[in-house]
């Protein structure tokens, strides 16, 4: 093994005698002795598929993106995880090319890495944001204990659009929820030093509204208001940046006509200048040539160019800076500047995270046998999978069973099924490694009898490929309603395989895939004492199920331990707490559909059809935002709003459990501001507080609403407070709420 190159050690043991030089002198000093190639080398990030810890690749693009490594023309790989795959990649970096410059190794850890955590939008249905940031923690730890410094997670992406797959990956609907939990993730993964051997750099993703892509439809053109953009897309990043989020990702989508990854607006005058954003831009994976097909590039080189113009500083993938940026810096279209800052952010992330010290502080083959898997990983993921999950309905306390009751059925593949609840962008997680909903009631001994009634999915379903749904064997119905006739109670587990969300995965029909709602209805005909238990990567729309069913649970895709959180929520062990962070439909028509609309001029209802409806379906949300019940009750009163002098406005509420069972509520805090320079939605989330009560017991919980709060942003993206008639409102979901009015004079 070659030792690190003698020109890097006398630049870094000069700076090391100084202790006064900061990062940024280090990183100077670097850059002044890189050759042109090396910089650009810097910014281009290579996908690693081949057999790294094989042979060297000797043809075919392996070889060359081999090769380049050995010059130094690669900053950062994705992909390559297990300390051994990336210490031999590392070891090619720092042994092999001049400088010895370290390579920043990025995957995509969403939602744990072996350990899974409940997918990002369940985590958010927790409202609980110390869960929420320790589960990220956890999967720092997991991520970096395989040799992984930088995880391309959160996506702070707002949606307000179920049939888009991606909702599962982000935080909902609500730019103030999203915000908050964005923070607390990043805060997870980077943890208080970025420098320790469990803390990874975070990304922001994608910068901007890829979220708002149009019907849904994954990769589709975006267009959107100003106003949204600033006021609903942006405050999650702006907070992402206050919070020193190492990287900021692009997007595939346009924003006024211009793709993202050549977007200058927003890379440079927003990201880095107006907010001052100190880290590095990676683009989406091939985003910039993908500007080819906008028909905004006109080949790859127009690519370099323009991506590196507006401030994209790294290329995910699309092999434009490699082969063209060189030469766009000698012939003028890029200037050299525009190179050394890109470069510098990335190499700064570098010394941030101790790479420079010690190339291989990831690599211990010791650590990552210990840390995955490990018990607390598991213990904090069923906390998170018991909090996430939320009760829809629950008539005549159907709910919670009792463990000894007899004559229990379960039915459906889902019940069975070890993969589906991992859900999706689990790239490094081990198939079928979630415990089943059969498995635990196994395990609790629950006296049970199982038909699986119907396949979700036919044939063999990974990341890549269409999912294939059942949509004709009913082979299994038959057994299933003889049983059903003689079960006492029915637990029904039907939803969304675990590959009919995420990236690519849109879909213009929300309800129960394939014929699992046929299977609800004949089951239901011989026996409605049914309890509902959905498995989804989104909001669906079951309004049938709702009208009838008894119970329903919503489980998403709960991770590791969905089996362990969805029983213990079924027999009561635990309390339900969760809260919808996206709105549930009544019918794909209505979307896009989200609690926090602009007013129309036409409210209804009137008797005449001159006002704002649809004539086959009512405005109202199946379920709204915010909505989740408990095995308990609160009740809300004593509610109070008044004006400070300062421009303030003081609320409190007392919150009372009126039942005898512990629960916890995510009491809600919304806002209107009544008449404004611009219209302003409805209603608006601005603060919650999940509190714990026990039986009879009250709390009062106490907000401020500050300037911050009250104000909104004009469509020119300047942030202004306009005194007037706020409205307040408190309560438990966005639908049921105290208000008041409060005047800022
Ligand atoms: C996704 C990104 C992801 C990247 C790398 C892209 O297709 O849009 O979110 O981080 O792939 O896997």
């Not at 395989?497 to 849109?506: A, D, I, K, L, Y």
């Amino acid at each position: 093994m070659k030792s690190t190159p003698i020109i890097l050690l006398l630049i870094l043991s000069t700076i090391t005698l100084n202790a006064q030089k900061t990062i940024d002198d280090r990183v100077d000093s670097l850059i002044k002795i890189m050759t042109l190639e090396e910089k650009v080398g810097q910014m281009n990030q290579y996908n690693g598929f081949w057999e790294l810890t094989g042979p060297a690749p000797t043809d075919g693009l392996a070889s060359k993106k081999y090769k380049h490594l050995e010059l130094g023309w690669v900053g950062s790989m994705l992909n390559v995880r297990g300390v051994k795959n990336v210490r031999k990649i590392q070891e090619i970096a720092v042994n092999k090319t001049r400088l010895g410059i370290p390579i920043i190794f990025g995957f995509d850890i969403i939602h744990g890495h072996k350990t899974l955590s409940p997918i990002p939008l369940a985590e958010a249905a927790s409202w609980d944001l110390e869960a929420i940031r320790k589960s990220a923690e956890i999967a720092a730890t997991e991520a970096a204990a395989v040799g992984i410094n930088w995880t391309f997670a959160p996506m702070v992406d707002i949606s307000r659009d179920a049939r888009w797959g991606r909702v599962m990956e982000g935080a909902g609907e609500d730019t103030y929820l999203g915000t908050k939990i964005g923070v607390e993730r990043i805060k997870g993964f980077q943890g208080d030093d970025l420098s320790a051997t469990n803390t990874i750099a975070a990304t922001a993703k994608h910068f901007a509204a890829y979220g708002f892509a149009e019907s849904g439809k994954d990769y589709n053109t975006v267009d959107i208001s100003s106003s949204t953009l600033h006021n609903v897309v942006f405050p999650p990043f702006k907070a992402a940046v206050e919070n020193d989020v190492k990287t900021v990702m692009n997007a595939f989508n346009v924003v006024n006509g211009v793709p993202a990854t050549g977007n200058k607006y927003l890379q440079r005058d927003i990201l880095k200048k107006k907010w001052n954003f100190q880290g590095f831009v990676i683009s989406d994976w091939g985003s910039g040539v993908e500007m080819i097909n906008h028909g905004f590039a006109e080949n790859l080189e127009d690519v370099a160019v323009k991506s590196a113009n507006a401030g994209s500083d790294m290329d995910m993938e699309s092999y434009a800076y490699v082969n063209h940026l060189v030469a766009s810096v000698r012939n003028g279209k890029v200037k050299e500047e525009v190179v050394d800052d890109a470069v510098r952010r990335i190499l700064k992330v570098k010394f941030e995270l101790g790479l420079f010290d010690d190339p291989f502080k990831y690599c211990n083959e010791a650590r990552e046998k210990e840390m995955i898997y490990h018990p607390d990983h598991i213990a904090a993921s069923l906390d998170m999978a018991k909090k996430s999950i939320v009760l829809l309905k629950n008539e005549k306390n159907i709910l919670p069973l009792a463990k000894n009751e007899e004559g229990i059925l379960v039915v459906g593949a889902l019940a069975n099924d070890k993969n589906s609840p991992l859900g999706s962008w689990r790239i490094g997680s081990d198939d079928n490694s979630a415990v089943s909903v059969l498995e635990s009631l196994k395990e609790m001994n629950i006296d049970f009898d199982y038909e699986k009634g119907a396949d979700v999915v036919v044939g063999e379903t990974n990341f890549i490929n269409e999912v294939k749904v059942n949509n004709t064997d009913k082979s299994g119905f038959g057994t299933a309603v003889e049983a059903a006739k003689k079960a006492k109670k029915i637990i029904m587990v039907l939803g969304e395989h675990g590959f009919q969300s995420g990236e690519g995965r849109s879909r213009a029909q929300l309800g129960l895939p394939g014929i699992q709602q046929e299977l609800l209805e004949e089951i239901y005909a011989v026996n409605p004492n049914i309890v509902l238990v959905l498995m989804n990567g989104r909001p669906l729309t079951i309004p049938w199920a709702d009208e009838n069913i008894p119970a329903i649970v919503e489980a998403w895709q709960l991770g590791t331990q969905s089996g362990h959180a969805i029983t213990s929520v079924l027999f009561g062990d635990y309390n339900p707490s969760g809260k919808l962070p996206m709105t549930f439909p009544r019918s794909v028509g209505q979307i896009p559909i989200y609690y926090n609309y602009l007013p129309t001029g036409r409210p209804g209802p009137k008797k005449a059809v001159f006002w704002s409806h649809y004539s086959d379906e009512t405005n109202e949300p199946l379920y709204p935002f915010g909505y989740g019940l408990s095995y308990t009750t609160f009740e809300y009163s004593n509610f109070k709003a008044n004006a400070t002098n300062n421009n303030q406005i003081q609320v409190s509420v007392t919150v009372t459990n009126t039942g005898k069972m512990k629960g916890e509520e995510v009491v809600q805090l919304y806002i209107r501001d009544k008449v404004a320079s611009i219209s302003r939605p409805v209603k608006e989330l601005k603060g919650f507080d999940k509190i714990s009560l026990e039986g009879n017991e009250s709390k009062e919980v106490t907000f401020t609403l500050t300037e911050d709060e009250l104000g909104f942003y004009m469509p020119d993206g300047e942030f202004v407070f306009e005194k007037g008639t706020f409205e307040i409102m408190v309560g438990g979901n966005s639908k049921d709420l105290l208000r008041q009015e409060v005047i800022l004079k």
